[in-house]
């Protein structure tokens, strides 16, 4: 038979609610640690699972997550999904994916099918600046956070990297090491990421005393594709950069690609920095100097966003920042032996 609650408090003498709050991670509940831990260890023992049907019918709840995604395809997602999933499910949550190919239309028509369908939350990773369907989901007040990107600035639930200061750091690094004519393949300056990673990118200009030429900022989207177009149009000008800070890691990928088959030897003749630190990153040769962000985390602490403004609602304006670590590899640095990861991890909370 398999173990109840109550079975579960006897053993841990402590009331069922308790053991069922600590199966179902509640944030609000608050037990002495020795407490938590033997029963945790308890949980583990007898591999109980919460109930999740049995709780959706007392809260009334489907016990269904939503992720929405611009790019299934895009490694950055796939990693923040398996982050969503891997909180969701020890939670008694099932999760649904959307992908919007980057379609307004597409994620409207998805949002809708959700709110039909009654999802307990939503986590979107494909927003805009003054995103329509944001403004949606702000006034049917249901639980949901922004992932990645943000709407504009107002007070929605929000996990990402701090862009601003990972796009600095990046360029910096490239002033660093000598160069002073640096490009940017830069976001779309529509999407939060676009708009504050090239901000990064003209204060560390500004800070060094140097000029950025505007010719030297080409918009390449967030593909490898669109890193190929844009790189190829970077690196036949008459005086072309010789480093190229890029938006993301696979319009770096693109970038180096365009490189190689213009004869151009990286990081001798170009020096490369990408955004993201996906795994091919670090597999790639040479491997992709970058800035780090902790991608499944982002999809976790989301989860529990979501959990906490589904028991309360007020945690539903938390912003969660992360500090980007910028990775040494050798696409700026010719033989680097091993990765080397500037500064401590940290994260901002709002």
């Known amino acids: 038979m398999p173990v109840t609650l109550k079975d579960l408090a006897r053993r841990a003498n402590v009331h069922p609610s308790t053991i069922s709050r600590v199966a ?39 016990n269904v997550l939503a992720v929405v995604i611009p790019d299934v395809t895009n ?18 949550f099932n999760v649904l994916l959307c992908n919007t190919d ?18 307990d939350g939503v986590i979107m990773a494909s927003s805009f600046l003054k995103d329509p369907s944001v403004h949606e989901l702000r006034r049917q007040k249901g639980p949901y956070v922004l992932v990645n990107r943000f709407s504009d600035e107002g007070e929605d639930p929000f996990v990402g990297s701090d862009d601003l200061l990972g796009g600095r750091l990046a360029t910096e690094h490239l002033l660093e090491l000598g160069h002073t004519r640096i490009g940017h393949l830069a976001g779309k300056p529509i999407v939060s990421t676009g708009v504050l990673r090239r901000r990064g990118y003209l204060a560390a200009h500004a800070l060094a005393g140097l000029p950025a030429d505007p010719r030297l900022v080409v918009e390449a989207g967030y593909t490898e594709e669109g890193g190929i177009e844009a790189a ?51 597999r790639v040769s040479p491997g992709l100097t970058t800035m780090h962000v902790p991608i499944q985390e982002f999809g976790s602490v989301a989860v529990r966003l979501l959990v906490e403004q589904l028991e309360s609602d007020a945690a539903a304006g938390r912003r969660v920042r992360f500090t980007p670590e910028l990775v040494v590899r050798e696409s ?12 401590l991890p940290s994260v901002s909370a709002e």
Do not use: C, M, W
């Open 24 to 62: 179902n991670h509640d944030p609000g509940l608050r037990i002495a640690a020795d407490t938590r831990l033997r029963i945790e260890a308890l949980l583990r023992e007898t591999g109980y699972r919460p109930n999740g049907i049995a709780r959706g019918l007392k809260l009334r709840q489907t």
């Open 75 to 92: 490694p950055f997602f796939a990693a923040l999904f398996r982050g969503v999933e891997d909180a969701a499910t020890p939670r008694g």
């Open 102 to 119: 980057g379609i307004p239309e597409r994620q409207r028509s998805h949002l809708l099918s959700l709110q039909a369908r009654r999802v």
């Open 232 to 282: 190829r149009r970077l690196l036949t000008l008459d005086d072309p950069p010789t480093a190229v800070f890029a938006v993301t890691d696979l319009v770096a990928l693109g970038a180096a690609g365009v490189a190689r088959d213009l004869g151009l030897r990286i990081p001798q003749d170009l020096a490369i920095v990408g955004y993201n630190d996906i795994p091919l990153a670090s």
């Open 332 to 343: 700026t640095v010719a033989g680097a032996a091993r990765a080397l990861r500037s500064g």
